[in-house]
């Protein structure tokens, strides 16, 4: 890792290697590099919207999940009776 930790080339890479996670939707790794900036202490406009970005990022997993319990539950419930025919 480069040195210090708000030098402005490792936050840009970090920067970087967050959009490349979002692009192949790997969501834990993206919230992990947004963390490494938020606390890096740099420029405050990029540990902003690293925090906000953050925040978008869970806010559409908690989305996410929320609408696939309702799409299981629903697939289940919805429509059909115990024995598996439908109404």
Do not use: C, F, M
Request: aromatic content about 6%; charged content about 30%; glycine content about 4%.
């Amino acid at each position: 890792a480069l040195s210090p930790l708000n030098a402005d080339a490792r936050l840009l890479g970090l920067v970087q290697l967050a959009a490349l996670y979002e692009e192949r939707e790997s969501w834990e790794n993206a919230l992990e590099v947004y963390e490494h900036i938020r606390k890096s202490q740099g420029k405050v406009e990029w540990v902003k919207a690293a925090a906000r970005r953050r925040k978008e990022i869970k806010a559409y997993l908690a989305a996410q999940k929320k609408n696939l319990e309702v799409a299981q539950v629903s697939s289940t419930t919805v429509g059909a009776y115990p024995n598996g025919s439908v109404k």
